[in-house]
C-alpha cells in the first residue's frame, strides 16, 4: 500500500476487485480535478467526477474543446464558431476560422539550460539536449529546408531511428507548413516505396544505419535501392549514427550529411507559418498487410488538442514531467510522445532493442531519469512477466507515477504482474486507439480504480458506443467499438482520396455517420472497455463471435508458451479455431501441454474458445510496430497470397504456416 493509493488484493476473473485505488488526496491533486473546478466556475455546472465530465464533454463538445484549448495555452488565433456541422461525421469542421502552427506550440518559451529530451541508444549512446539545443538545430534546419524549396504542404518523409534530430527534422517541416512522415530504418525497400513512393517528399531524412540487440545494422545499400525511385526528392540528408553517415550520402542523389546540410546557417529566431486549424500535419500509414499501405492525413490542430487532453488529463502529467514511451518512428505513439512538449515535459527516447544489453535497460533508464510516465507494449510486460523480471525490487522508481499499455490488449495477469513486480503504487492505463486517430479512444482516468483485465474509461470528448451488427447499443455483451459523434483528431483525409470514398469506406460504410474502428468490445461492470481483438480477426466457429485476445490470455498463461496466434481456418461448411504456439526454447508440444493449453483455454474462456488444432511455430508474423498479424496467417493457411509482406518484419515468417498437412484433417 502506497501513500497515494491502495493495491487491491490480485483475485481471479477480470475485475473482481479493484487491483489499485487512488487515495482522496491523490485525486484532489490530479488535473482532472482542477479541471472539474473550472469547468463547474465557466459553465455553471456541478460536476463531481470524471464520468460526468465525460458526459459534460460528448454533451457539449465544442465548450469542452475550447477548455481544452485554453488548459493548453494553445499559440494561435481562435475566432469565430468552435464547431460547425457538428452533426455530420465525416464533414463536421471544429474552429473552422483558427490559426496555429503545431511545432510553435512545442516550442513554447521556456529555459533554454533546461533538458528538452534525453536519449539512449541501447549501451551505445546517452545525449541530454537542452531546449536551447533543441531550439537551435530545428532553426537551422528550418532555414536548410527553406532553402531546399521546402514550403507550405510540401512533404518532408524520414527513415530514421527514435533520435533527437528526428524531432528537430519533424518541427523544422512542422514550422513551415509542410507534412512530415516517418517510418523506422528497419523497413525493407520496399516498404520505404510504398509509403512515401504515394507522398512524394520534397527532402528525405535518413540514418546511416542503427543500433540493435548491440549490432550496428547498416542500411547504406537498402537506401541505394530505394533514393533514386523517389523522383521527387531534392535532398537526401544523412543522419550520422553509426558514424558512415558521409559515406552513405556520398552514394546517394542529392545526398548530403545533416552537418553539410544545416553548416550555411547559424541559428536565428524561429519563423512560425500559422494556418488553418486542420491543415496537415502528419501523413501515418495504415499497416499494409492487406494491400497498399493507407495514407492517412492527420490535422495540426486537432492532434494537438488531442494530444493535451491525454497527456495531462488521462495521464495526469504536469510540466516538468519526464514522458518516456518505448516507440519506434513507424508507431503513432512516436506521434503521441513528441507532442509532450506542447506540455513542458521533458521526452525520455529510446531506440534499440528493450532487452539490450538485458533486461534491465529500460529499467535502468526509468530509475536514474526519473520517468513520471512509463509507456510500452503489452507484449513487452509480458515478456517481464515471463521472465520473472521484477524491476520494483531491483529499481529507485520512486517518480514513477504512471504506466500505460498499448499495441494489444493488455492480459488479465499481466495487470497484476505490473503492481506486483514494477510498483504498488501507481496509475496503470491500458490504452487503446490508433493510428487512424493518431491518438486513443479509450484510456487511462487517473481519478478511478484500475481493475484487472478492463481498460478504464472512454477517453473525454469521445462519444464511444459498443453496437451490435443491427446497429444497437449493447452493454454487457460483445460488439463494434463505435464513436457516434465527431471529434477533432479524425483524419483529415487519406492522400490520392480526391473524392473521400476511401476514407469513407475505411470508417461509415458499416454504419452510415457513426465511426466504426474495427475493434470488437465489450463495456464492463464499471463502466470500463475490454477490447477483445480486431473485428476483422473474430472468429465465428458454429456462428459464435470469439474474440482472438480472448484465447490468448488464456494460452499466454502456460509457461512454455511465448506467444500465440489464433486464427479461423474455413472447414466442412464452417469454421474452426486453430492455434499457432510458439515456444520456450526447449518446450515441446506433445500430448500432456497439449491437455493443458486446452484445459486453460475452456476453464479461462470456455469450450467454444478450444481450438480444433494446437499447433507449434519456430516464429509468428508481426508488423513491423510489433502486432501479431493473424489476417496474413489466415490467408497463408487457405492458400490465398498476402498482398503486401513488406508491411512485416519477418514475412519468412509465413513459410511456417503455409500446407501445413495438420490442417488438412
Known sequence: MGADGNAGMVQDGVGSAPL??????????????????RVNARHGTALTCYRGLHAWSIAHPAAFWEEIWDLGGVIGSRSGPSLVDGDRMPGARFFPEARLNYAENLLRPRAR??????????????????FGELSDLVSRLQQALRAAGV?????????????????????????????????????????????????????????????????????????????????????????????????????LPNGVTLDAFIAPFAPAPLSFERLPFNHPLFILFSSGTTGAPKCIVHGAGG?????????????????????????????????????????????????????????????????????????????????????????????DLSALKAVTSTGSPLAPESFAFVYEAIKPDLHLASISGGTDIVSCFVLG??????????????????????????????????GELVCVKPFPCMPVMFWNDPEGAKYHAAYFER??????????????AHGGLIIHGRSDATLNPQGVRIGTAEIY????????????????????????????????????????????????????????????????????????SGKITELAVRDVVHGRPVKNTEALANPESLELFRDRPELAQ
Request: glycine fraction near 8%; charged fraction near 20%.
Open 511 to 524: 454504419f452510415p455517420n457513426v465511426w466504426c474502428h474495427g475493434d470488437f468490445a465489450e463495456w464492463t
Open 20 to 37: 489499485w485505488t487512488p487515495s482522496p488526496e491523490r485525486v484532489a491533486r490530479t488535473q482532472i480535478a482542477a479541471f472539474l473546478a
Open 151 to 251: 514550403g507550405v504542404g510540401d512533404r518532408v518523409a524520414a527513415t530514421l531511428p527514435n533520435l533527437p534530430e528526428t524531432i528537430a527534422v519533424m518541427l523544422a517541416a512542422s514550422s513551415l507548413g509542410a507534412v512530415f512522415s516517418s517510418c523506422s530504418p528497419d523497413f525493407g525497400e520496399r516498404g520505404i516505396l510504398d509509403r512515401f513512393g504515394q507522398i512524394e517528399p520534397k527532402v528525405y531524412v535518413a540514418c546511416d544505419g542503427y543500433w540493435y540487440n548491440g549490432k550496428p545494422v547498416s542500411i547504406a545499400e537498402k537506401l541505394k535501392a530505394a533514393v533514386p525511385q523517389l523522383p521527387s526528392v531534392v535532398a537526401t540528408v544523412i543522419v550520422p549514427y553509426l558514424g558512415q553517415a558521409e559515406e552513405v550520402a556520398g552514394a
Open 445 to 478: 482516468d487517473p481519478t478511478a480504480p484500475v481493475y484487472r483485465g478492463e481498460i478504464q474509461a472512454p477517453g473525454l470528448g469521445m462519444a464511444i458506443e459498443v453496437w451490435s451488427d443491427e446497429g444497437r447499443p449493447v452493454t454487457g455483451e460483445r
Open 553 to 624: 490470455a488464456q494460452a499466454e498463461q502456460i509457461p512454455e508458451i511465448v506467444e500465440a496466434i489464433a486464427i479461423g481456418q474455413e472447414w466442412d461448411n464452417d469454421v474452426r479455431v486453430v492455434l499457432f504456439v510458439r515456444l520456450r526454447e526447449g518446450a515441446v508440444l506433445d500430448a500432456e501441454l497439449d491437455k493443458r493449453i486446452r484445459t486453460q483455454i475452456r476453464t479461462g474462456a470456455s469450450p467454444r474458445h478450444v481450438p480444433a488444432r494446437i499447433l507449434a511455430v519456430a516464429d509468428i508474423p508481426r508488423t513491423r
Open 113 to 130: 539550460d533546461s533538458i528538452a529530451l534525453v536519449f539512449r541508444g541501447e549501451d551505445k549512446v546517452e545525449r541530454h539536449i537542452s
Open 303 to 395: 492532434t494537438l488538442l488531442q494530444h493535451i487532453k491525454e497527456h495531462r488529463l488521462q495521464c495526469d502529467l504536469a510540466p516538468g514531467d519526464r514522458l518516456f514511451y518505448f516507440t519506434t518512428c513507424g508507431w503513432m505513439m512516436w506521434n503521441w510522445l513528441v507532442s509532450g512538449l506542447a506540455s513542458d515535459l521533458t521526452l525520455c527516447l529510446y531506440d534499440g532493442s528493450p532487452f539490450a544489453p538485458n533486461a534491465a535497460v529500460l529499467w535502468d533508464y526509468a530509475a536514474q531519469e526519473r520517468f513520471a510516465l512509463f509507456g510500452t507494449s503489452a507484449k513487452y510486460i509480458d515478456q517481464l512477466r515471463k521472465e520473472g523480471v521484477r524491476p520494483g525490487a531491483t529499481h
